[in-house]
Structures are given as structure tokens and as C-alpha cells.
Nanobody, 128 residues
Framework: QVQLVESGGGLVQAGDSLRLSCAAS????????MGWFRQAPGKEREFVAA????????DYADSVKGRFSISRDGAKNTVFLQMNSLKPEDTAVYYC?????????????????????WGQGTQVTVSS
């Protein structure tokens, strides 16, 4: 069993930055591909960013490319989402997810159905 705990959300103004963290339990964190998703009120959950288990490959939604950056720290069992130049449309609950299936070093899962474990989410609100 893997537990994921997100932190770092909050209320900020447009143009500000936030860094979300996702702490994972379990000894095999380093073998999991990790992803961030978000869900705004009245909308479906959408992909934001993901990183392969090796950290060698990342993928981003077009809406966040150039503004968000995903990274991971194996020693701390933590994955991060650095969010810069935040916009009001980034307002959502952000979820961390783990894909515990064996995959290649470059594989980056982009669909929510590919992930096996989810955190409880952290709220990000961007005011205009």
C-alpha cells in the first residue's frame, strides 16, 4: 500500500508562485512514475504533469508548459510541482498520483486511469 500526502497549496494572486509537495510512503517510491492532476469546480479531473520513475522524462499539459515544473527527490520520497506565473484558471484541487506498475525509464503516464494510488488533494486558489 502506498500513501500520498500533498501539501503546499494556498491562496495567491495572479503571477505568484507556489510549490506543491507530495510525500509518499513505501520503500519502492523510486520505481513509481508520479503525476499531478487537478480538478476545478464543475470540471473533470485533468492531467497537469508527470515524471517517469527514473526522473529522465517529464510531460506537461499544454496549459502549464513553460510555467510549471515537476521534479522528484528519491531520498525524500517526494515529488514536487513548481508553479510559476499562476493564473486564475489554475484554481483547482491538485492531486498527486503514483503509477506502481513496472515501466521503462522514459515512460510517463498521462491518463488518470494509469495511476494506482492517489492523495487527498490540496487546494490552490489564484485570485485575479
Amino acid at each position: 500500500q502506498v500513501q500520498l500526502v500533498e501539501s503546499g497549496g494556498g491562496l495567491v494572486q495572479a503571477g505568484d508562485s507556489l510549490r506543491l509537495s507530495c510525500a509518499a510512503s513505501g520503500r519502492t517510491f523510486s520505481s513509481y512514475a508520479m503525476g499531478w492532476f487537478r480538478q476545478a469546480p464543475g470540471k473533470e479531473r485533468e492531467f497537469v504533469a508527470a515524471i517517469s520513475w527514473s526522473g529522465s522524462a517529464m510531460d506537461y499539459a499544454d496549459s502549464v508548459k513553460g510555467r510549471f515544473s515537476i521534479s522528484r527527490d528519491g531520498a525524500k520520497n517526494t515529488v514536487f510541482l513548481q508553479m510559476n506565473s499562476l493564473k486564475p484558471e489554475d484554481t483547482a484541487v491538485y492531486y498527486c498520483a503514483a503509477d506502481a506498475k513496472v515501466s521503462s525509464t522514459w515512460y510517463v503516464p498521462g491518463l488518470s486511469s494509469e495511476y494506482d494510488y492517489w492523495g487527498q488533494g490540496t487546494q490552490v486558489t489564484v485570485s485575479s
